[in-house]
């Protein structure tokens, strides 16, 4: 079974960056689709806000985050990375990614792997 593990996360500073991860160990990331996920406090659902296909040539954004967060793949490192600039206080939340066959999608019922979160907390 698949296994994601996030890490990267911590406190910033309004206008800062943060680079989440999300390894895999003893599967090639690279055939799955992954997804990232958030929770924001008080919220009960998780927000798809990127996504990057198996074959790597797509990627997807929510609106809120376009222009400022980049999802890309380190192939060798067996890696999604999560890069995100610009944050916002609103960007408070855990951060979770997601692994999935096929194409990308922002529901949450189309993933079948998890990773257990990282907290990324923007506020000065």
């Known amino acids: 079974q698949l296994q994601l593990v996030e890490s990267g996360g911590g406190l910033v500073q309004p206008g800062g960056s943060l680079r989440l991860s999300c390894a895999a160990s003893?599967?090639?990331?690279?055939?799955?689709?992954i997804g990232w996920f958030r929770q924001a406090p008080g919220k009960e659902e998780r927000e798809g806000i990127a996504?990057?296909?198996?074959?790597?040539?797509?990627?997807t954004y929510l609106n809120s985050v376009k222009g400022r967060f980049t999802i890309s793949r380190d192939h060798t490192g067996n890696t999604v990375y999560l890069q995100m600039n610009r944050l916002k206080p609103e960007d408070t939340a855990v951060y979770y990614c997601?692994?999935?066959?096929?194409?990308?999608?922002?529901?949450?019922?189309?993933?079948?792997?998890w990773g257990q979160g990282t907290q990324v907390t923007v506020s000065s």
């Open positions: 997601a692994g999935a066959s096929g194409y990308c999608s922002p529901a949450v019922s189309h993933y079948d792997y």
């Open positions: 003893g599967f090639i990331l690279d055939y799955y689709t």
């Open positions: 996504c990057v296909s198996s074959s790597g040539g797509s990627t």
